[in-house]
Nanobody
Framework: QVQLVESGGGLVQPGGSLRLSCAAS????????MGWYRQAPGKERELVAR???????TYADSLKGRFTISRDNSKNTVYLQMSSLKPEDTAVYYC???????????????WGQGTLVNVSS
């Protein structure tokens, strides 16, 4: 069984910064794309950023310049550095990864349980 566990969420003032982490654990033979999504109250889940195994990144247009995604393949971990946070960034942030449990097996689309980011004064 493979799990994705997010950490780093919390309460932050407008203009502040937070760094989220998501570590994949369990039987892992390979991880392809990793990414972050978020869901604000009353809204649909949306892409924040994603990163390929070789480091190519994609961002939501509205977040470019404030958020940075990175990964450490040796630790099966993806990060999201968030800066200049705004109240509208308040949401539950979810990690998503394409993981395969054994060589030659299929990649599974896995999600973490989510971590709450609350931007408020």
């Amino acid at each position: 069984q493979v799990q994705l566990v997010e950490s780093g969420g919390g309460l932050v003032q407008p203009g502040g910064s937070l760094r989220l982490s998501c570590a994949a654990s369990g039987r892992i033979a390979g991880i392809n794309d990793m990414g972050w999504y978020r869901q604000a109250p009353g809204k649909e889940r949306e892409l924040v950023a994603r990163i390929t195994v070789d480091g190519r990144t994609t961002y939501a247009d509205s977040l470019k310049g404030r958020f940075t995604i990175s990964r450490d393949n040796s630790k099966n971990t993806v990060y999201l550095q968030m800066s200049s946070l705004k109240p509208e960034d308040t949401a539950v942030y979810y990690c998503r990864s394409d993981v395969r449990r054994y060589f030659g097996g299929p990649y599974l689309d896995l999600w973490g349980q989510g971590t709450l980011v609350n931007v408020s004064s």
